[in-house]
Structure formats: structure tokens, C-alpha cells
């Protein structure tokens, strides 16, 4: 997974109908938890655009989307933006993202 900006996310969102960014922060064990499960789904899902952020150089993104906690994904689908922050498996992330 690559390293996104706001301007990365946006670009991604305007190009492509379906994208995922995932946010975390580095000293959190549960996002540590949660890049691994993502890391098997970009194995699983290699055409899907899928980018990750610290979410401490995302302050604007994170008030905009007013995300509570990490780890979070944002899902867009057609610029509709769902939000996850339970991450609980393997399976139910790729039901989620395999679109």
C-alpha cells in the first residue's frame, strides 16, 4: 500500500468509481493489526485503489470526514464515503472491498 495525500485521495476519487484509504497512526497496535489484514487484501484484490495515510498529517481530511478514531477506511463508492472502523476479519473486509 502506498503512502496517499488529500491530493492523492481526491485524485483517486475522481478517476476511479470504487477507492479505500486507510487511515492509522504509527504507535497504534490495533492499526498495526488492521495493515496486516489490509496487506492480504491488496494481495487479494490487486486492481483496487487502495492507499494509506497517518492520519496526524491528515487533520483537514480526518474534520472533513469527521473520523473518530483509528484505525479507519474510508470507502468511496461513486464519491459516497462510508466509514470502518471495526476491521473484524479478513473475509469481511474483501466483502467489503471486492466491488
Known sequence: MKEWTTENWVQQQEQNAFVALYLYTPMC???AVAS???EV???LLPDLPLG???INYLETLAMDY???SVPC???SEHGNVEKVYAFQSV???Y???KK
Do not use: D, H, R, S
Open 29 to 31: 497496535g490495533t492499526c
Open 73 to 75: 477506511l474510508l470507502i
Open 66 to 68: 469527521q473520523v473518530e
Open 95 to 97: 466483502e467489503k472491498l
Open 52 to 54: 494509506k495515510a497517518n
Open 36 to 38: 496486516k489484514m489490509l
Open 91 to 93: 473475509p469481511f473486509l
Open 41 to 43: 487484501i491488496e494481495n
